[in-house]
């Protein structure tokens, strides 16, 4: 009986002591959008939606608004593999703003000296270019614009759709960069509804996955600005695939250029988007905050 149960004991006594090793990490930021980077290729560790919650919790934990997680590749075309999680604990599909920090984290940490760097993410592939003048060029692929493949509920694609939403109809795009976005033009983005609004639009039954959600004030066809609700993180100072979403809409609309300066509360991007089956890239900063050991829930001292 001993000999039978040997090497399921065995399983969980490595499962237990993988969670039980202090974890290093980097905490790091993408014009304010902040993140917490995990090694998984130098560090053997299963991160469970719990734990991402106590790391996010910016009371108790380190603080961010969403874990980061590089993996070996499984794609042999691909370097890494680059995991989300929000600081809910659920897994999502994209972050612009992380994969900038994804590709200096790579290289200050030595994992790899390559430029660009392609990596593997629920959303498909990325390629992570870092520049001589500190910035990374991240190029976000072609966005989708078909609502089955959004998902959106909608009975064809549209430049807008009208959103049933509080008693009236209320303008939106809808575009997915590997996430669902909802996009919503306004006056003024300082005095948008996004605490009142977001957590209701994030949630609104016509996006089975929820959604991010942008309020969009275009200035000209070179500028605009954004505020953004994110899915599972609440309202973030700043959301790279939202303003890549923000672009795809105004653009549709007729009302930007190809070269776009997109501000938000935590700084500019600039997107550059040729139109409807063509990839779109964003540009902008990532900066290390801090490096550190994160000690498992239980093993604290």
């Excluded at 575009?175 to 639009?201: I, K, R, Y």
Aim: net charge negative; charged share 20%; glycine share 8%.
């Amino acid at each position: 009986a001993t000999t039978c149960y040997t090497p399921y004991m065995s399983k969980i006594m490595e499962q237990y002591s993988a969670l039980s090793q202090p974890w290093t990490f980097t905490k790091m930021h993408g014009l304010g959008n902040d993140f917490v980077v995990l090694d998984g290729v130098r560090q053997s560790f299963s991160l469970r939606p719990e734990d991402c919650r106590r790391i996010a919790d910016r009371h108790f934990g380190i603080g961010c608004d969403q874990i980061l997680l590089v993996e070996p590749a499984t794609d042999p075309d691909c370097d890494f593999r680059y995991r989300i999680f929000n600081a809910d604990g659920s897994e999502v599909n994209q972050c612009g703003n992380g994969a900038r920090c994804f590709a200096v984290f790579v290289r200050r940490s030595g994992l790899s000296d390559k430029n660009p760097i392609r990596v593997e993410t629920r959303a498909g592939q990325m390629s992570l270019h870092s520049r001589p003048d500190g910035l990374v060029e991240v190029d976000m692929g072609v966005p989708i614009l078909d609502p089955a493949a959004i998902p959106f509920r909608a009975e064809a694609p549209a430049k807008e759709y009208a959103l049933p939403f509080r008693g009236q109809a209320l303008p939106i795009a809808a575009v997915s960069m590997g996430n669902p976005h909802l996009l919503l033009a306004v006056d003024q983005c300082d005095s948008a509804p996004v605490a009142d609004w977001g957590p209701e639009l994030e949630q609104h039954p016509a996006f089975p996955e929820r959604c991010n959600v942008g309020f969009l004030e275009i200035q000209d066809p070179a500028h605009l600005r954004l505020r953004t609700w994110e899915r599972g993180a609440g309202e973030t100072l700043a959301c790279g695939s939202n303003a890549c979403a923000a672009v795809v809409a105004g653009q549709l609309w007729e009302r930007l250029a190809d070269t776009v300066q997109v501000t938000l509360p935590g700084g500019t991007l600039e997107i550059r988007w040729a139109g409807p089956g063509t990839p779109l890239y964003m540009v902008g900063p990532a900066e290390v905050v801090f490096d550190g050991t994160w000690i498992p829930e239980g093993e604290k001292t």
